[in-house]
């Protein structure tokens, strides 16, 4: 099955928002190849832990720094976009605890709508991220975001 990569076009110039969102798509790209080896959902399931305790700690955070845009402005794109980690966050708890989520009756189909979820809610993170650059909630650190204080635009971003 074909996944998502790290790529520069993915660095959003905040260290550990970049440092995280790493380490959850390495992971994700483990658990692809190991189901697309045959791997069931009990041998996943240590991965899928892994993942569920990282997403946890990883949109905590990132929602803290989201929620201190202004809500006149960017209210309903936080919202939802909380609303899409807890839609993940659900999911991982699902197959963390061993079992597949309702809907879903075979773990490369769960995988494959668990890796789309993921790429919408990095392309969301680039727009929202983008917001926090210019409301000067902090300073790039990504050199090419320090010349050009805004991440790449979403159709960039690489397809899955
Ligand atoms: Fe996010
Ligand atoms: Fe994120």
Redesign the pocket.
């Given at each position: 099955m074909q996944t998502m990569v790290w790529s520069d076009l993915l660095e959003l110039g905040h260290d550990r928002?970049d440092a995280?969102?790493r380490q959850l798509l390495d992971l994700a790209c483990e658990i692809v190849a190991i189901g697309d080896q045959g791997g069931e959902v009990g041998t996943l399931r240590p991965y899928y832990q892994e993942f569920h305790r990282l997403l946890l700690v990883?949109?905590a955070y990132?929602e803290g720094l989201l929620r201190s845009l202004p809500r006149s402005a960017f209210g309903a794109q936080v919202d939802a976009h909380c609303q899409g980690h807890s839609r993940l966050i659900a999911l991982a708890k699902s197959v963390a605890a061993g079992a597949l989520p309702d809907g879903y009756d075979s773990p490369q189909g769960f995988i494959t709508a668990y890796v789309h979820l993921m790429h919408d809610?990095?392309v969301d993170?680039a727009e929202l991220i983008g917001a926090l650059i210019r409301e000067g909630r902090f300073t790039p650190t990504h050199p090419a975001h320090r010349a050009h204080p805004v991440p790449p635009a979403a159709g960039r971003l690489p397809p899955i």
């Open positions: 928002i995280e969102h990883h949109c990132e809610l990095l993170d």
